[in-house]
């Protein structure tokens, strides 16, 4: 079982629906990344939580440390917001990051 | 500032072939680190660098090498391609050692097929 599990896999939403992308993670952790990567590759830092909850522009992104969960939210979804969104934590003090697979996200028209 | 660059962005080679995968940032950043990214995995840890002169080992280490002489550049050596290493390889970067409070940079990704 992978420490870090993100859901949906796959998702398509319409332009303007709201969405969330979910993952859970099995260890203690000290922070937790949500990452963007983009079809052609590049991957861009979105948020880094340790608690509580981060916004920026439509994006939101929550963390419950008790629960070992965080939600990564977009509202009023556009396409230029198709990608893989992927969570990433870092396990106590290791100095290693842990990777989820990703969340493939396609917003259409 | 370029962030972080590396090159080459595509790279074909042979089975036994030997090859460095370039990496530097110009942000004085403490912390790098090497990732492959293969289908249907996460990205996992090759190796990584908490500061000049020091390496360590990550998830992945075996057939890879690391040296970091200088803050700004950390190379990765494949010392004799193996088809199995075939994958896209990121370098990034983050400005402390206690990298969990500081966002990573990511470079733009090297292609690499080993054939």
């Known amino acids: 079982k992978n420490e870090v599990e993100q859901s949906p896999q796959n998702l398509t939403a319409q332009e303007g629906e709201f969405i969330t992308i979910n993952c859970s993670y099995s260890?203690?952790?000290?922070?937790l990344h949500w990452l963007q990567q983009h079809p052609g590759g590049g991957i861009v830092s979105l948020f880094m939580?340790?608690?509580g909850k981060k916004k920026h522009g439509r994006l939101i992104a929550t963390i419950n440390i008790q629960e070992k969960h965080s939600s990564l939210h977009i509202t009023a979804s556009h396409p230029r917001d198709s990608a893989v969104y992927i969570c990433?934590?870092?396990?106590?003090?290791?100095?290693?990051?842990?990777f989820g697979t990703g969340t493939r996200l396609q917003v259409t028209l | 500032n370029a962030g972080v660059t590396q090159t080459p962005k595509f790279q074909v080679l042979k089975t036994g072939q030997s090859m460095t995968l370039q990496c530097a940032q110009d942000?004085?950043?403490?912390?790098m680190s090497w990732y492959r990214q293969d289908p249907g995995m996460g990205l996992r840890l090759i190796h990584y660098?908490?500061?000049?002169?020091?390496?360590d080992q990550g998830e992945v280490p075996n057939g890879y090498n690391v040296s970091r002489s200088t803050t700004e550049d950390f190379p990765l050596r494949l010392l004799s391609a193996a088809p199995s290493q075939t994958s896209v390889y990121f370098c990034?970067?983050?400005?402390?050692?206690?990298?969990?409070?500081?966002?990573?940079?990511f470079g733009n990704g090297t292609r690499l097929t080993v054939t």
């Open positions: 990034a970067s983050s400005p402390s050692s206690s990298s969990y409070n500081s966002p990573l940079h």
């Open positions: 260890v203690g952790i000290s922070a």
């Open positions: 939580l340790s608690s």
């Open positions: 990433a934590v870092w396990p106590g003090t290791a100095s290693k990051l842990t």
């Open positions: 942000m004085n950043h403490e912390y």
């Open positions: 660098s908490v500061g000049a002169g020091i390496t």
